[in-house]
């Protein structure tokens, strides 16, 4: 099959590229290389040395004899170039991961959140406007995010995209009726996926573009079977305040001697996957795409639950790292549970690699073995999301803390 | 109260100006002149004859020694403009009309679409965004539509913007919670101004945004008490495929002897309200802003619904005009039914003007006065909203008929 990855030089998406690749598929990077320039801006860059993606996908040809194509496309602001792009590869499916993905670099400031929801929006309705435009029958597969539904639950398992609730009629009966589920979104990023669900809504009633959204637990894990394959093939793994996810932080801290540092009451409860799971959902979901006219098909696409605190704890035990408490950054509840349905991706034979069997090959593989290379001053986490919240840390003593740990 | 007033040069912005500056306000107007650069796109202009911004401004403080301060700035690509002028003047309360607002208009092409889409999210993001950055804490009222709700209800009478739902939970018992009304738009402009929804929704949680959001019905009506000052204040009235509205285009037909071309069944049962309702609405929601900290404000802004088939009935009553059916452009569904709560204006005060009474005065006083200024070619509606639906119009004989008829 010809596929389009948009944003394959990203952290999933140059696995999935290398993954889809493997399976035989013609493989088509599309990306501005946006992620690159924002560690430029930030000053940080990826634990593990990450060559340019003409680079890597020389090595990739070198090693299997496969061609990855790369074309520099901004998505989100050459909307014509796309569109002759579009118009004359003309792929069978599309895998979009072309946006900004970072909620702490979203709330950075103004600026930051001005680009997040310029470049993923446009980003994104640039592709479906094109696809419409050319009459294009490609199969859309977006990666989206848990965030879209918020941790605001009342009790109900999360289903996969759609909730069944009552209404009460004018006739005093309730009528039954599947709502996409209600979106509660806690930052700008996560803002901008609950935008795109409405997009992808649209597109699919109006013009019955065929679209699967992924709503994605946070990713750890680095390697996958093919980038183990050659060093040069190494997967990106951030650890800095904006891009590192809670789980990469605790394992550098961990690997440098630090203790770990877990944000309020640390009773956040998150939905993980490992990357090569991910990749690997993203391979079935493109085997059983929707039919033409049929509404957005929703995955949840995470395998277990933690609280912050619990991951903390186990990343302590395998490392004999202490445990630190700070303020919290974020606006969001102190304490939540979460239960998610994924039964369409067990049902489809995913076999998922668990946290409790894979982190140590994380801590060996990968931090420990990089944390040469670990610029401690980019660890904390920086980006408050209110100006309220600034100031609040800024007064306190634990929040200086914030500021210097790592 | 200091008052900026976004897209103050349009057909509901105008008369609102107008009435604020009446009550002794301090009006100033922030407007990009773009719905003046859009008739000059498509070669119509307003039946009305309608002098430039700065005439008009000009004319009132003759009427009233009243000033309304006018600020050329496109809140939509100018960010830092913007919150410079928000930084200098701190309104205590700020009106966003400020969107294109034409669905036909934004069905039109891929341009149209991206335009619409990314002129209606940026200002919308912007404005949110600088006051935040700025801590400014302005009462913000925007102008939605009834359109966000979409036309498929279950039954159910359409609430002032939240929906109480029953949700099944884990232990097998009925959760009540109230949610943003689920949208169903249909057309890209509708779906901007859901899109719109979700920024107010997350500013108002994060920020403590102070938000009043009004989903208005399809406004007729031209003068109001204000405009009926002087000639030169007259309002803008849009008759064309684009900017007319239903009954805008009925009344034009009735006007020059042809027949009132209704699109489908004419089953489809919108909302309306006369533009001097309109324009008290945004007054009574001035005086009621919504406290800091707590959820957005939404009003439904309709004071009747009808079936389009029986006001062109209406119409041709009132006028001795024919009544012809045309296929239909827009994806939607022949037939529907719509009971809206409108509760909160009603106890608010307001004394709504109905069309059974209004609609005669409109006849004489707007349409047939300016009657030969009408350019029969531009009242046909072309936007179709499917490439589908275009090329069935393009094969029929009857679509022929709705390219021509006007």
Redesign the interface.
């Known amino acids: 099959m010809k596929i389009a990855v948009l944003g394959g030089d990203g952290f999933i998406g140059w696995p999935t590229c290398l993954n889809l690749s493997d399976k035989g598929h013609e493989v088509h990077i599309l990306d501005n290389l946006s992620r690159r320039w924002i560690d430029t801006e930030l000053g940080v860059q990826s634990l593990t040395p990450m060559d340019s993606i003409q680079e890597r996908t020389r090595i990739w040809y070198q090693e299997t004899g496969r061609r990855i194509h790369f074309h520099l496309i901004d998505i989100a602001r050459d909307?014509e170039v796309l569109?002759q792009w579009l118009a004359e590869y003309r792929p069978e499916a599309i895998v979009h991961f072309a946006e900004q993905r970072a909620a702490p670099y979203s709330m950075k400031?103004?600026r930051h959140?001005?680009y997040t929801?310029?470049n993923n929006?446009?980003a994104t309705?640039?592709l479906l406007?094109?696809l419409?435009?050319l009459?294009l029958d490609s199969h859309l597969i977006h990666l989206g995010t848990m965030g879209v539904y918020g941790y605001s639950t009342?009790?109900?398992?999360i289903p996969e995209g759609y909730?069944?609730?009552?209404?009460?009629?004018?006739?005093g009966?309730?009528?039954r009726?599947e709502?996409?589920y209600?979106?509660?979104?806690g930052s700008?990023y996560h803002?901008t996926k609950?935008?795109d669900q409405?997009?992808f809504?649209?597109y699919a009633k109006?013009?019955g573009l065929r679209i699967t959204d992924l709503h994605q637990g946070i990713v750890w894990g680095t390697h996958t079977e093919q980038t183990r394959r050659h060093p040069q093939l190494v997967n990106r793994f951030d650890y800095d305040g904006d891009y590192g996810t809670v789980l990469n932080r605790f394992l550098i801290q961990a690997a440098i001697g630090y203790p770990l540092t877990v944000h309020g009451t640390g009773g956040q409860t998150r939905a993980f996957i490992h990357i090569e799971d991910s990749v690997r959902c993203i391979e079935l979901a493109l085997q059983t795409p929707p039919k033409r006219g049929s509404r957005v098909k929703i995955f949840n696409q995470m395998t277990e639950t933690h609280r912050v605190r619990d991951l903390a704890e186990l990343v302590a035990r395998l490392t004999g790292s202490q445990v630190a408490y700070l303020p919290n950054p974020r606006?969001e509840a102190a304490e939540n549970d979460l239960?998610v349905r994924n039964d369409q991706f067990i049902e489809l034979g995913l076999n998922p690699i668990t946290l409790e069997e894979g982190l140590l090959s994380e801590v060996v593989d990968v931090a420990k073995k990089f944390a040469y290379r670990v610029d401690r001053s980019r660890i904390p986490a920086v980006s408050a999301?209110?100006?309220d919240i600034a100031s609040a840390i800024d007064r306190d003593p634990e929040g200086k803390r914030l500021k210097s740990v790592g």
Chains 1, 2 share one sequence.
Do not use: R
């Open positions: 909307y569109k400031s103004d959140k001005n929801v310029n929006v446009n309705h640039n406007n094109a419409v435009e009459g009342v009790g109900a398992a909730l069944e609730v009552g209404i009460d009629t004018m006739e009966e309730t009528a009726q709502i996409l209600p979106s509660n979104p700008i803002m609950c935008l409405l997009l809504q649209f109006n013009d606006k239960v999301w209110t100006k």
